[in-house]
């Protein structure tokens, strides 16, 4: 429900524990900031993952995202299509859009597209991932 809130520059604040749920989001420059505990008064990068896991492996993404500069940190990403999935609707008028996605302490794993090892797919971005691990795409 957050993310539907949300507008430009926004961080959302997401405790540790499995969601089954695919993240949709269109807002850009928002950072998903997860593995915090109780109360997010600390974050646990190692004892409190916070893991999207999408309800349908064959369909659906763990986390669509057409929003220019989104922001993953310490959210664990599985059981999708692809865990991250970024696309282009408009663009400008000289006919480029270039959309950056910065993944921090992630885990993206078990996803199904064997297209980048079902991890990510992204049309006309460029990837920063400092700290990921993507493993078990099939």
Do not use: M
């Amino acid at each position: 429900k957050a993310i539907g809130l949300a507008q430009a520059d926004d961080e959302i604040r997401v405790a540790g524990g499995v969601y089954t749920e695919a993240l949709v989001s269109t807002v850009e420059r928002l950072t998903i900031s997860g593995s915090w505990t109780d109360g997010f008064a600390d974050r646990d990068l190692v004892n409190c993952r916070t893991v999207i896991k999408s309800p349908n492996k064959s369909s659906q993404d763990c986390f669509k995202a057409n929003g220019i500069l989104n922001r993953l940190d310490g959210v664990d990403l599985t059981g999708g299509r692809y865990g991250i999935y970024t696309s282009i609707k408009d663009k400008t008028e000289s006919g480029r859009v270039t959309l950056h996605h910065v993944l921090t302490s992630c885990v993206i794993s078990n996803n199904t597209t064997a297209t980048s090892g079902g991890s990510r797919w992204s049309a006309g971005s460029t990837r920063r991932c400092p700290n990921p691990s993507f493993a078990r795409g099939s």
